[in-house]
């Protein structure tokens, strides 16, 4: 069964203190792994997809890594709107479900 | 980026009744929507694999004829939560695939049954 697993739980961050959050998972045959936002009273926004360990993609203050094991989603100077809950799910080869980490919650005080 | 809009995106009803909640593509047609189930501070449960003109492909545990899911059009797929009771309160999100194999995501109903 895939699993994804991500940490930490919570984050709070300073505005323009950079950090990263971790996503690891199981699956048997990766076809992509899929980084989301998502902000309170929300559905997810994408972000990102991840095909192959190596892989990095940006976009603004955000930059997403994979490894055959792990993702890692960069935040880079966060500002308060960065503040959101973000989702990391996969996509095993053999299917076409998205099996979901529980999520980190970022709070970037100003 | 492509659209996705879920309607209501809030309702309140008694317990007993039974809600539809719609999921629409609005710039792109959908051949495959998903309807998935969320708790606070939990992650998104996928409840079932809704397929344009075929039955919906449920998830272990998840009661069929609670949920019911009709794929109409390429770009409409409802969820009628029937007799509906309190435990059956959520934040119920859709995603619909593009051709290109991205999900996007509704924005979420939030069912409330007193």
């Known amino acids: 069964e895939d699993q994804v697993t991500q940490s930490p739980e919570a984050l709070r961050l300073q505005e323009g203190e950079s950090s990263s959050l971790n996503c690891s998972y199981t699956v048997s045959g990766l076809r992509g792994l899929f980084w989301y936002r998502q902000d309170p009273g929300k559905g997810p926004e994408f972000l990102f997809t991840l095909y192959s360990a190596g892989e990095e993609k940006e976009k603004e203050r955000l930059k997403a890594t994979l490894t055959k094991k792990e993702s890692f989603l960069h935040i880079t100077a966060p500002k308060p709107e960065d503040s959101a809950t973000y989702l990391c799910a996969v996509q095993a080869e053999n299917d076409y479900k998205l099996s979901f980490g529980a999520g980190t919650t970022v709070t970037v005080r100003a | 980026g492509a659209v996705v809009s879920q309607h209501p995106s809030r309702v309140i009803c008694k317990s007993g009744t039974s809600v539809k909640i719609e999921c629409r593509s609005l710039?792109?047609?959908?051949?495959?929507m998903f309807w998935y189930r969320q708790f606070p501070k939990q992650s998104l449960m996928l409840m079932a694999t809704?397929?344009?003109?075929?039955?919906?492909?449920?998830e272990q545990g998840v009661e069929k004829d609670k949920f019911l899911i009709n794929h109409a059009s390429l770009t409409l797929s409802t969820l009628t939560v029937t007799s509906a009771h309190p435990e059956d309160s959520s934040f119920y999100i859709c995603?619909?695939?593009?051709?290109?194999?991205?999900?996007?995501f509704g924005e979420g109903s939030r069912l409330t049954v007193l």
């Open positions: 995603s619909a695939e593009k051709e290109t194999g991205e999900l996007f």
């Open positions: 809704s397929n344009e003109g075929s039955k919906a492909t449920y």
């Open positions: 710039d792109f047609q959908a051949t495959t």
